[in-house]
């Protein structure tokens, strides 16, 4: 490619085809370069989210609650199902019919837009003080081409941690990619890690028939959650949905063979025990993707784990290179890495047009938080143990779904809805959920956070009745001692 372009984006999965579009929209003339493959071997957008992550997840675990709705909680609605049955390949087929829509939507989006897609890996080539632009290599299948780009956006996104003394193969010791690809329910699953991608897999397979038993290092259960919240999961996960979940354990050695796996490991005692499955999830978190991006070549300032050093705007240290999505710091999550996406699309358009006017950093304090099990857990601003840390005095409003009509209706009693809010001036500081479709409920806390409401103002919101969001305004309300049906 001769001609140098506006825009060049590095990688194709939220934050990066987010960013190539809204580029494209603004006047931009825009490439985005992604080399990820499908299992067919075919180009295919969309990053770790849509083809082995967020969307592929969502899918499993939809149908494996509908399963487990009609196999064990059907009867209380006087429906009764005799013999009911999972054709797990069918459920993947499903699956992958989903991702394959949502890969080729993405494609359509450039075409509209006008974005060129480039299928390869990109990798920034030392730029000289005499360079007009930035030069990316990028190597395809079988052949390497240069794009020239005034203006750089890394979108590389993050890749599965690994545990040192063992190897994933995806048919014995599984990543999220072979979770997702399983042909048939394994009689006894192991997964280690009880993060979001280790409870969300673990629920899918424990639904459909597996005994789940998770193994966690941290001393106490999703420490990053509200303190109560994480309690309430734990029980519900443990009693109702029968996963075994293990914490404080210290992995001491994996073994595989084509019969099982064997994991050895010191319990929160000190015991050794010894964990026998048929598959294991490795799912210990994400680590950065730059491997090959040449950072080295160009200086690129890196911290110590790896991550992409940026200002609140996305920026690196090199002119014109910024970066967006996992690659750098804050939460691991899709839509955090779309709208730094957007806000850099809209940084580097003023600037093309000689405006010095900064867009708005975004603020981490008010992107949500949502972990789809069943029930489904979010947050989002600040929880109690951060707040008792800051010394920042609050007060607490409290609300459970088995007071709501509507969860009672859809015999979904589980959880509660919990508002902090500022002691003095009322303003809401956080809000947790666990229960019902809190992922969709949790966006009314987002806005009251965005334009800094006050627990007063949710309280006074008029909330259909019978909804789940009832709920959230009875905590509002009891935030102020006013709560009405409890």
Not at 29 to 47: E, F, P
Not at 186 to 206: D, K
Not at 361 to 378: G, L
Request: hydrophobic share 40%; net charge negative.
């Amino acid at each position: 490619m001769s001609e140098i372009v506006d825009v060049a984006v590095i990688g194709g999965g939220p934050g990066g085809y987010v960013a190539a579009i809204r580029c494209a929209q603004l006047g931009l003339n825009t490439v985005c370069i992604d080399a990820w493959k499908n299992s067919k071997g075919r180009a295919s957008l969309g990053g770790t989210c849509l083809n082995i992550g967020c969307i592929p997840s969502k899918a499993l675990l939809e149908s494996s609650e509908q399963f487990f709705q009609i196999k064990h909680k059907a009867s209380a609605h006087g429906i009764q199902v005799d013999g009911a049955t999972v054709d797990v390949p069918a459920m993947i087929s499903r699956k992958d019919k989903i991702v394959t829509t949502f890969t080729a939507g993405i494609t359509s989006l450039f075409k509209k837009n006008k974005v060129k897609s480039i299928h390869g890996t990109g990798k920034l080539l030392k730029r000289s003080k005499t360079d007009e632009a930035w030069r990316i290599e990028v190597k395809g299948n079988d052949d390497t081409q240069t794009v020239q780009a005034k203006h750089v956006i890394v979108a590389t996104g993050s890749l599965p941690r690994q545990l040192p003394m063992v190897e994933i193969d995806n048919e014995m010791i599984l990543d999220n990619a072979g979770a997702l690809a399983l042909s048939e329910t394994p009689e006894r699953l192991g997964v280690i890690g009880a993060g979001v991608i280790g409870l969300e897999m673990g629920s899918v397979w424990r639904r459909l028939g597996s005994e789940v038993t998770i193994l966690e290092a941290m001393p106490e259960f999703l420490m990053a959650a509200d303190e109560q919240i994480a309690k309430e999961a734990k029980k519900i996960f443990s009693k109702e949905l029968g996963l075994a979940i293990h914490m404080g354990i210290k992995i001491k050695s994996i073994k595989a063979n084509k019969k099982g796996v064997t994991v050895n490991y010191q319990d929160a005692d000190g015991n050794t025990q010894k964990l026998e499955v048929d598959k294991l999830i490795v799912a210990v978190g994400r680590t950065p993707n730059t491997s090959g991006l040449g950072a080295d070549e160009n200086d690129l300032s890196l911290d110590e784990r790896g991550f992409i050093e940026v200002d609140e705007y996305c920026r690196t240290n090199l002119t014109d290179v910024f970066a967006v999505g996992d690659v750098v710091r804050g939460p691991m999550l899709a839509h955090k890495a779309s709208e730094e996406g957007i806000a850099v699309a809209e940084a580097i358009a003023a600037s093309e047009k000689g405006h010095s006017q900064e867009t708005e950093a975004i603020d981490f304090n008010t992107i949500p938080w949502v972990i789809y099990t069943a029930p489904e857990i979010a947050w989002v601003g600040k929880n109690e143990q951060e707040l008792k840390k800051a010394g920042i005095d609050y007060k607490v409003g409290q609300f459970p779904f088995i007071a709501n009509g509507r969860a009672r209706a859809m015999n979904a009693p589980a959880g509660f809805v919990k508002v902090l809010a500022d002691a003095e001036n009322d303003r809401v500081l956080g809000v947790h959920m666990i229960g019902p479709h809190v992922s969709e409920l949790i966006s009314e806390a987002v806005m009251a956070m965005e334009f800094f409401a006050s627990s007063e103002d949710i309280a006074r919101i008029v909330h259909a009745h019978p909804s789940l969001s009832e709920v959230i305004h009875e905590a509002a309300l009891g935030a102020n001692n006013r709560a009405l049906h409890i």
